[in-house]
C-alpha cells in the first residue's frame, strides 16, 4: 500500500512538473530527474519512511558530483509530526533541517490532488514546534547552492528548493449567500468568489489553483474538524469552479 502511494505520489508530480514546462529525463517512480526551464538539473527523492543521515549525504554526494540538485519530498502522514507539536529533532532530521534552512518539504494526497509545502521547525529553546506552510507551486522550484556546516553533512552542495513568492495575508474568511450576490458586490460579481480563496481579484488561474489546493489540504472534512466543514469546503469547490470557468470564458 505504501508503495502504491509512493507511486501515485510520482505521477501526480510529474504531471505538476509537466504543466510548469519542466522536461522529465527519468521517473523511477520515487526518484525523478528533471530540467528546469531555468537550466538546472534536479533529482527529485520522494521519501515515504525515515532515512539515515548517511544516505542522505550519500545521496547529495552522488547528486552533487553528477552536477544534479537535490530536493527531499516527505510523505508528512508516515514521517512528520502534526502542525503545532513540540518536538525534539531526531538525527535523519537534522541534515534536511541544515539544507533547506530549518523547515523540510513534505507532500500529502486526498482528493485526486498533490499537495507540497514546508513544514517548518520553528525553535523554541532545544525543541521545535511544527507549523505548516502553504502549498507551493511546481513553477517555483529551482536549484542553489548552500554552504552546510552542520557536522552531519557538512561541506557545499546543489539543493533545489522552492522560491517564496510574496504573498497578500488575508483573515480568514467565507462568504455568505449576500456576498455571494451581484447586488452586494456591484462593482465585480466575482469579488466573494475571490474573498473565499483568499486572492487578489487580479489574480492569475495559476495563483487561485495553488490558492485553492493550499486551502482545500486544510479544509476538507477528512482533516477539518469544524462543524460545518463540509459547508467551508463547498463554499471552496464553488468559488473555484465559478473562478476556473472565468477564465475558460476569457
Same mark, same amino acid.
Given at each position: ?6 507511486? #501515485?505520489a510520482s505521477?501526480f508530480l510529474v504531471?505538476?512538473?509537466k504543466?510548469?514546462?519542466?522536461v522529465?529525463h527519468e521517473d /523511477?517512480?520515487d !526518484?525523478i530527474?528533471?530540467? @528546469?526551464p531555468s537550466? &538546472?538539473?534536479?533529482s $527529485?527523492?520522494i521519501i =515515504?519512511?525515515? $532515512?539515515p543521515?548517511? =544516505? !542522505?549525504?550519500?545521496? !547529495? @554526494?552522488?547528486?552533487?558530483?553528477? /552536477?544534479l540538485?537535490?530536493?527531499?519530498i516527505l510523505w508528512a502522514?508516515?514521517? @512528520?509530526?502534526?502542525e ?6 531526531e &538525527?535523519?532530521?537534522w +541534515?534536511? @533541517?541544515?539544507?533547506?534552512?530549518e523547515k523540510v518539504?513534505?507532500?500529502? $494526497?486526498f482528493?485526486?490532488?498533490l499537495f !507540497?509545502?514546508?513544514v ?5 529553546? +532545544?525543541?521545535?514546534e511544527i507549523r505548516y506552510?502553504?502549498?507551493v507551486s511546481m513553477r ?13 553533512? #557538512? /561541506? ?5 528548493t522552492? /522560491?517564496e513568492?510574496?504573498a497578500h495575508?488575508? #483573515?480568514?474568511?467565507? %462568504?455568505?449567500?449576500?456576498?455571494y ?6 462593482v465585480? +460579481?466575482l ?7 483568499e486572492?487578489?481579484?487580479? %489574480?492569475e488561474m495559476e495563483? $487561485?489553483?495553488?490558492?485553492y489546493?493550499r486551502?482545500?489540504? #486544510?479544509?476538507? +472534512?477528512d482533516?477539518n474538524r469544524?462543524p460545518?466543514a463540509?459547508a467551508?469546503?463547498q463554499?471552496?469547490? =464553488?468559488?473555484?469552479?465559478r473562478?476556473m470557468?472565468?477564465f475558460?470564458d %476569457?
Amino acid at each position: 500500500m505504501v508503495r502504491l502511494d509512493t507511486y #501515485k505520489a510520482s505521477a501526480f508530480l510529474v504531471w505538476q512538473l509537466k504543466h510548469s514546462g519542466a522536461v522529465i529525463h527519468e521517473d /523511477g517512480g520515487d !526518484i525523478i530527474h528533471v530540467g @528546469l526551464p531555468s537550466g &538546472e538539473e534536479v533529482s $527529485i527523492h520522494i521519501i =515515504e519512511s525515515s $532515512i539515515p543521515a548517511y =544516505e !542522505i549525504k550519500n545521496t !547529495i @554526494l552522488y547528486n552533487h558530483a553528477n /552536477g544534479l540538485h537535490t530536493l527531499f519530498i516527505l510523505w508528512a502522514d508516515m514521517l @512528520l509530526p502534526p502542525e503545532g507539536h513540540v518536538v525534539e529533532v531526531e &538525527e535523519w532530521e537534522w +541534515p534536511l @533541517l541544515a539544507l533547506y534552512q530549518e523547515k523540510v518539504w513534505a507532500y500529502d $494526497i486526498f482528493g485526486g490532488e498533490l499537495f !507540497i509545502y514546508p513544514v517548518h521547525y520553528d525553535r523554541i529553546g +532545544p525543541y521545535r514546534e511544527i507549523r505548516y506552510g502553504k502549498t507551493v507551486s511546481m513553477r517555483q522550484l529551482m536549484g542553489m547552492t548552500v554552504e552546510i556546516t552542520h557536522p552531519l553533512i #557538512k /561541506g557545499r552542495w546543489r539543493v533545489a528548493t522552492f /522560491g517564496e513568492k510574496s504573498a497578500h495575508q488575508h #483573515k480568514h474568511h467565507y %462568504a455568505t449567500d449576500s456576498e455571494y450576490s451581484p447586488r452586494a458586490t456591484p462593482v465585480n +460579481p466575482l469579488a466573494g468568489f475571490y474573498a473565499v480563496l483568499e486572492v487578489e481579484m487580479d %489574480a492569475e488561474m495559476e495563483d $487561485i489553483k495553488t490558492a485553492y489546493r493550499r486551502l482545500a489540504r #486544510k479544509l476538507h +472534512p477528512d482533516v477539518n474538524r469544524a462543524p460545518d466543514a463540509t459547508a467551508q469546503m463547498q463554499a471552496l469547490n =464553488e468559488a473555484y469552479r465559478r473562478l476556473m470557468a472565468e477564465f475558460d470564458d %476569457a
